[in-house]
């Protein structure tokens, strides 16, 4: 993860060349199980068996990974995706059994965070905190793997992990939010048809630019596949920019980046003992109802505000971050992120994570305004993933590929905008148009109290401006969790995500059936 830009989270893909055993057929009276759905290997792919124990059953399933090819309208190649698979052994009626397309962020992120974090059928093995051990780095089976509850399809966006543009094809055509959603929907239309689960029912999990990229797809699979899903997971969210981006003229991120400040400082026991004798979900309730009140008014009025305001703003802000009066006067009210991460534990040396504010590091002097380097990131997590899942892919997966494996930003180019010029991208149109168009479609949005590169506010505040009629409303779910943007990293966290997606795929196929 780098910039305000560029967000990790779900992570991938497009395309695979791929074949599947379909061809079974149900005796007369209907009851025989249909053979092995599972992809055939091709010479783009390969084919493992293998099982994972989930809530005491064990689920016997095939995974596939390799490349999907996409081609142009006249059958050229111009990239090779990669993507790995999970499909359930001994599925007898595909149209009962769920699947799901999941990817990360970045833009530049691969898949592995959710693939190897929480949702695929093994895990990396961290601290109960979520620290790195020491290496080698290790993965383990993972019990609370989804795979129980539907298929499972990572994908790995262009310029991503192994994923590339051929030869001759320049990868700026991947890279840009238009030419993102067209290549991973071209990718989901492409595996959905080879496979033939055009009849199952459909999810899509993304994480942090993963979840821009779902808001986007859910519309962009209806208009150009007439592809409709039943759910969409947003993990850690981010669907309007402006509400992350720190700059001159937009107040906006500082009242919902507010909320996430008190947790964090609430952590670090930087409260009166008033608020630190809240738990965290009253804390910032009570904040939540600060910042889109008195604080949002108080910058609405700008320098307009007369002397008592003012005074009263710095004093609730000291009293919500911990911070001095006398800093918060110099921020003139608006304490950007960096401003925050650098200036809480200023005196102890340390600086606070941007990923996970429960993540600290040291710089090399304790003056600026900004940390040299993201600590919930740098050293933490890239390390174990990256080890993890490659030692993953040749020990269990039987693949290797010669090629460097780009965990985030390295395969990428400049990322455009090029539907958004002069504005901030705003994908919760695209989410609110699908949802009008599919009623009985379900959303549901995932955060964590301790995330800064995509705080749980800012995304409850979009959604909640969608402009969702009551009926819509029902369909959108919230879970907040004492996690930062990787919320599975944090294994209390992780158990209770599983125990929440048992609840949003039950409850979505209960309406279906």
Known sequence: MKKIFIF??????????????????????????????APKESALTKTTKSSVTINGKVINYTATTGFMEIKSEDGKVRAKMGFTAYTKDGVDDLTKRPITYTFNGGPGSASLWLHMGVIGPRRIVMSEKGEALAPPYSYTNNEYSWLDQSDLVFIDPVGTGFSRAVNGVDKQEFHGYDEDIQSVGEFIKLYTTQNKRWG???FLAGESYGTTRAAGLSMYLQNAFKM???????????????????????????????PSYAATSWYYKKLSPELQAKDIKTLTAEVEKYAINEYTTALMKGDRMSAAEYGNVVKNLSKYTGLSEDFIRQTNLRINLAQYNKELLREEGRTVGRLDSRFTGRDYNDTGSQNEYDPSNTGTISGPYTHGILSYFGKELNYTNDWTYYTLGGGLGRWNYSNVQNSYLNVAEYMRKAMAQ???????????????????????????HMGLRPEQQKNVDFTYYEAGHMLYIHMPSLKQMKVDADTFYGKTLKEIN
Do not use: C, R
Not at 8 to 37: G, P, R, Y
Not at 228 to 254: C, E, H, K, W
Not at 442 to 463: C, E, H, M, Q, R
């Open 8 to 37: 990790l989270i779900a992570f991938t893909a497009t395309h695979f060349a791929w074949s599947q055993k379909n061809d079974a057929s149900k005796t007369a009276n209907n009851t025989a199980v249909l053979e092995n759905q």
């Open 200 to 202: 199952s029912p459909k």
């Open 228 to 258: 409709y899903v039943n759910g969409i997971m947003l993990i850690s969210a981010v669907l309007n920019f402006q509400t992350i981006q720190f700059v001159v003229g937009n107040d906006l991120p500082y009242p919902l980046y507010l």
């Open 438 to 464: 599919s009623p009985s479609m379900k959303v549901w949005v995932l955060g964590g109290y301790y995330d800064f590169a995509t705080p749980y506010f800012a995304s409850k505040y979009v959604i909640n």
